[in-house]
């Protein structure tokens, strides 16, 4: 989710102040993605430079509210409409890391992913207590919420899918470089 599309939702039925669209973000967020009020205001001037928002009012004390304007409107319904692909999340840090690990000699990848599993399933736990004690909440954290319990289970299969790939490759000898002696390069085969 971007911070842009984020306070354009917020401003959708009317305008507020950037301290308001902090808080009502947090809010419907569950505080899972802090905002500083610095990057706020940075998104409001450009979406303000964009055509998308447009200050509305500023009081006395020099504060300003922020409206929604149509191309704003155009631009949030079809962020909406478009779903989101793979391929525009963010990177996964945790497949270059274990990636990395492979590649680099020394490195116990089977600690790397038994200390990740553990911390993960220390916030699953934490994640889950948060759920139980949520009888009545928002449904904007709930559904956040689940996506990051979801989100953690997904993880702990996939590393003890890793960790069985490694238990299967463990007694294989890795395959050493050929290098080719009439051009003096080297090839690595895998």
């Not at 301290?19 to 009502?24: A, I, K, M, P, S």
């Not at 990740?116 to 009888?135: F, I, N, V, Y």
């Not at 299967?168 to 050929?178: D, E, V, Y």
């Amino acid at each position: 989710m971007s911070i842009k599309h984020g306070l354009l939702a917020l401003l959708r039925e009317e305008p507020k102040y950037g301290y308001q669209l902090r808080g009502e973000f947090e809010a419907a967020t569950g505080a899972t993605w802090p905002l500083n009020i610095g990057q706020v205001y940075t998104t409001l001037t450009r979406l303000e430079r964009d055509g998308l928002v447009r200050a509305a009012s500023t009081e006395a004390d020099g504060r300003s509210t922020y409206e929604i304007t149509e191309a704003g409107r155009t631009e949030l319904d079809s962020w909406f409409q478009t779903p989101v692909t793979r391929e525009s999340r963010p990177r996964d840090e945790l497949a270059i890391k274990l990636a990395l690990a492979l590649a680099v000699p020394g490195v116990d990848v089977s600690a790397v992913v038994q200390r990740q599993r553990s911390a993960t399933m220390q916030s699953l736990q934490e994640l889950t207590r948060l759920k139980r004690g949520d009888r009545d909440g928002e449904i904007s954290w709930r559904l956040v919420l689940e996506s990051m319990i979801f989100a953690a289970e997904a993880e702990i299969r996939w590393l003890d899918h890793c960790e069985s790939i490694l238990l299967r490759h463990r007694g294989r000898p890795a395959k050493q470089p050929q290098v080719h002696e009439a051009d003096d390069t080297t090839e690595v085969t895998r």
